[in-house]
């Protein structure tokens, strides 16, 4: 069967669908994450994971990263108004101090390389 390739605004659509439902799967897996509902180091890590998946899209459908934390958060935590006010404003002290960022391309064929060599050696 082959794939579906869409286009324009649904591509962005699937685009934001995919990564949202990869970060849930991922932070649903953590215990007791509960706990941690409006913790700081969460949002930040949330936050750098949004970004390093959003990193690979196009720019011109990259989705609002703001609106998918959010929505992240939301999904996980079932969050009010005033803990929605709360996450975005730590999210803009976050981005402000620089906290939020991608990883580099160097890092990124270090990491793989050193990853294959590790399957081939072991």
Request: include cysteine; glycine fraction near 2%.
């Amino acid at each position: 069967m082959e794939a579906l390739h869409f286009k324009r605004t649904l591509h962005n659509f699937v685009n934001q669908s995919n990564v949202e439902s990869k970060l849930l799967a991922t932070f649903r897996a953590i215990e007791h994450i509960q706990d941690l509902r409006l913790d700081l180091e969460l949002s930040l890590h949330v936050a750098r994971c949004i970004e390093i998946e959003v990193s690979v899209i196009p720019p011109n459908k990259k989705p609002n990263k703001l609106e998918l934390f959010i929505r992240i958060m939301n999904a996980l935590f079932n969050l009010n108004e005033s803990e929605v006010k709360i996450l975005t404003n730590q999210v803009d002290v976050l981005h402000s101090m620089g906290k939020i960022k991608g990883i580099s391309v160097f890092k990124k064929i270090s990491h793989s390389v050193g990853s294959w060599i590790t399957k081939k050696i072991l």
